[in-house]
């Protein structure tokens, strides 16, 4: 039978790209060896990078527990691995760093998978969304008159936020006129408004909604006052070092069945604290409930 020239070379191109893309595409050994999932095994411990206080995600009950979403979180990672964790407070502006120097496995603190960030670690896919608000305080000047985002954009308005987070981002974005001021914890931040230093800050909502019942009559949501529109759309996950598929692939896993397949029994409420009426919902749906996110 007679083939062309060009038939004959087409074919040896897609033969040569199928034995390329075995060779791609093999098992390797070697790199799942390497992975983080096998140290974690081995050792039979799960390390976190976390920075505590931040309510309701990591933070210290009256008893000196550390409790918290992202600790129900891990807490069920580790089950669901046979393992034991460990959570190892890290300022989150040098988070990324202490991950990549290996002083832990991953990296659960509310953090934003960001394209910026995702340059230095890898992202799971993401288990709750946010966005950035502001709160202003109800007693000082201009603050207490704020009502529209734009009002803060105004070089007598002093903004505070935490270091390296995406909250200074938006801020520095979107109120660039406003005297910006940096702390190295979510509570130090607050504070500064509620204690009358500050006109507003500016942080998740996932954080700044719950203490709405904390701060009293001396801080408010903002804008429009009360119910306030985000700023920004974000996602939150877990991070990894990069170069890991074997966890990342494992973690994203966990994640799909947090949301859909891991179903509260009476047991596992009674195991994690949850409401009796999450009993039937997903373990993550439960968790929202629970920590009110």
Sequence with gaps: MYISRKLLT?????????????????DDPSLAQKSTLEAILASGKITVCSDPPYEPFEFQDDKGNLVGFDVDLIKMLAKQAGVSFEFLATPFDTIIPALNARNCDLIASDITATLKRALSANFTDPY??????????????????????????????????QLGTTGEEAARSFFPKADIRTFDNAQLTLQEVVDGRADAIVYDE?????????????????CPRGNPDLLTQEFISLAIRKGDPDFLSYLNLFMRQAKETIKVTADLAAEFG?????????????????WGV
């Design 206 to 222: 996932v954080f700044l909604r719950p203490q709405v019942a904390n701060v009293g009559s001396k801080a408010e949501l903002c």
């Design 10 to 26: 087409f074919g040896l191109l897609a033969l040569m790209g199928l034995v390329l893309s075995g060779v791609l595409f093999a």
């Design 128 to 161: 709750l969304q946010t966005g950035q608000i502001a709160m202003v305080s109800t007693g000082k000047s201009p603050g207490k008159n704020v009502t529209d985002y734009s009002r803060l954009n105004s070089s007598d308005v002093i903004i505070t936020v």
């Design 274 to 290: 949850l409401p009796a009426e999450t009993i039937g919902q997903s373990f993550l749906q439960a968790l929202r409930t629970k």
